[in-house]
């Protein structure tokens, strides 16, 4: 769990970014506050197409104790679908009496269980007293793996019969610095954990466990590429592949816990808090690259899944603010469309002051913050996804503001358009806080095909500005000014 890797992402992010990252068509920035041009966004309503995916709603941590019950009611209004915990074995086991304590985590499963959530449970960590120099990030058991996968088949089978877990994931970041091992090492970790836990689901008698990994900082070809063929070679479980992402590196936040505004870059060396080149498009080319990788495995049939994800992997003032919502609808449109089976936001709620991250859907004292609101809207699109096309196309437009809309329509005949406008950089430093900004866009939503006759519509709008709704009714054409680091739900029914 957590994303603090400092001594990491200045390194490793540069040749990732090189790899995964297509690179934008450049545009002109303007610092002009007019609207920089209209989008038109044409819906086709009579040719539904497949669901939308409500699998991208899942959650990472809980809140457990004081606010648990606000944060759980919170969560449960997105349909939550799973939710991802560590397991913490170190913590949980007693290297003098060789017993596991199941509380704490019993608790934690509870409280995603109170979300709403699927529990996915990370096989995390080593207890001191089962590596070779008592660090409980070293592989277990200096390559023994006795004691580990006893205490593994332990826990799963309790977790198996009496919190009724299905998921499992092996490790977080092996490739990070969550790991003081080898890729060698994790492989046999893999085989000896996966292996414990079948045990496990066959004592327990339940054949609909999933066991998945390896957790990646980002979908590294080096470890991907021997993970899958090491799967392959020894017949192991692999329910699903997992990796994670953050849009800004190789930024990582200014670690200014509170900061009120956007410090200043650094001149002698450019941009370096935020990174110019962040595009939610990534996601989505990930994706791409993960199935054509596993097309290269064809006895395999695992999940897509990215289990950890935001805008950056340090306190960034942007995660309170629209911008991370516009953000966040970006990057589920791309990955909705690139067909990625499952995602968890990291986190459910900010820690209490004092951390160095700030990453929640809600705040500390569970209220929700701006980017809430994308996934509430990506829940209320539940339905069948309608054709939508931009006009002009947005492709190479991320520098002046790139309008994104996702259609769908529900089972009573309802309508919904997801709207977004996101500017990955602002110069000025005001990323959406101002309305209105030089990112701006007038915006027709056009629905082609809608039955004849006056239909009511309502439009929220979440930016800068806060959150407002303006309602009205149409013929099939809807107008509005979409603020730049916004996003917007339009309902027709």
């Known amino acids: ?49 497949p669901v939308v995916n409500e699998g991208l709603i899942g959650t990472n941590q809980p ?79 200096a390559g023994n793996y006795g004691p580990w996968s006893g205490l593994v088949e332990e826990a799963a089978y309790h977790e198996i019969t009496t919190q009724g877990v299905r998921l499992f994931e ?20 893999y085989r000896a954990t996966v292996l414990a836990i079948d045990r ?46 953050y849009g800004d590196y190789p930024g990582l936040g200014p670690f200014a816990e509170g900061a009120a505004t956007v410090p200043p870059e650094l001149p002698a060396v450019g941009p370096y808090w935020y990174n110019p080149m962040t595009r939610a498009q990534t996601y989505g080319y990930q994706v791409q690259f993960v199935q054509q990788l596993l097309a290269g495995y064809p006895a395999l049939h695992p999940l897509t899944v990215i289990d950890e994800w935001n805008l950056d992997a ?24 690139a067909g990625l089976n499952r995602m968890a936001f990291f986190r459910v709620a900010d820690d209490q002051p004092g951390t160095l991250g700030n990453w929640g859907m809600l705040f500390a004292n569970d209220t929700p ?26 492709t190479g437009a991320d520098p002046l503001g790139r309008v994104g809309a996702v259609a769908s329509l529900a089972s009573d005949g309802t309508i919904r358009v ?4 996101y500017a990955p950089y602002d110069p000025t430093g005001a990323y959406g806080t101002t309305d209105p900004n030089p990112y701006d866009h007038p915006v027709t939503v056009t629905l082609g095909g809608l039955t004849p006759g006056v239909h009511s519509y309502s439009l929220a709008v979440v930016d800068g500005t806060g959150t407002k709704t303006t309602s009205g009714t149409t013929t099939g054409t809807v107008s509005t000014g979409l603020s730049g680091e916004s996003v917007a739900l339009l309902t027709v029914s």
């Open 369 to 394: 913050k701006p980017v809430y609101s994308t996934f509430l809207f990506w829940h209320e699109m539940a339905g069948r996804l309608l054709p939508a096309s931009l006009s002009p196309d947005q």
């Open 418 to 421: 997801l709207l977004y406008d």
């Open 314 to 337: 340090g306190y960034d003032v942007r995660s309170d603010t629209a911008y991370d919502a516009a953000f966040a609808a970006a990057v589920l449109d791309s990955v909705q469309a």
């Open 1 to 49: 769990m957590g994303p603090l890797r400092v001594s990491w992402a200045l390194g490793a992010a540069a040749g990732m970014a090189a790899l995964l990252v297509a690179p934008a068509t450049p545009v002109a920035m303007t610092a002009s506050s007019t609207p920089v041009g209209p989008v038109t966004v044409q819906v086709g309503t009579t040719h539904p197409g």
């Open 200 to 245: 496990a689901a066959r004592a327990a008698g339940v054949d609909d466990v999933l066991v998945g990994g390896p957790a990646l900082l980002f979908p590294d070809p080096a470890w991907l590429g021997p993970f899958l063929t090491y799967v392959t070679a020894n017949q192991l479980p692999l329910g699903f592949v997992s990796w994670h992402y």
């Open 63 to 141: 809140v457990t104790g004081a606010g648990e019950t606000a944060a759980a009611g919170a969560m449960s209004a997105l349909g939550v679908g799973w939710a991802r915990t560590d397991m913490s074995l170190d913590a949980a086991y007693d290297c003098a009496t060789g017993g596991w304590d199941p509380t704490a985590l019993d608790q934690r499963v509870a409280s995603d269980r109170a979300m709403g959530g699927q529990p996915e449970l990370i096989v995390d960590y080593s207890p001191p007293c089962m590596t070779t120099l008592g660090r409980t990030l070293e592989p277990p058991d």
């Open 170 to 189: 092996v490790w977080n970041e092996p490739d990070g610095t969550f790991w003081y091992g080898t890729l060698a090492d994790y492989l046999s970790t």
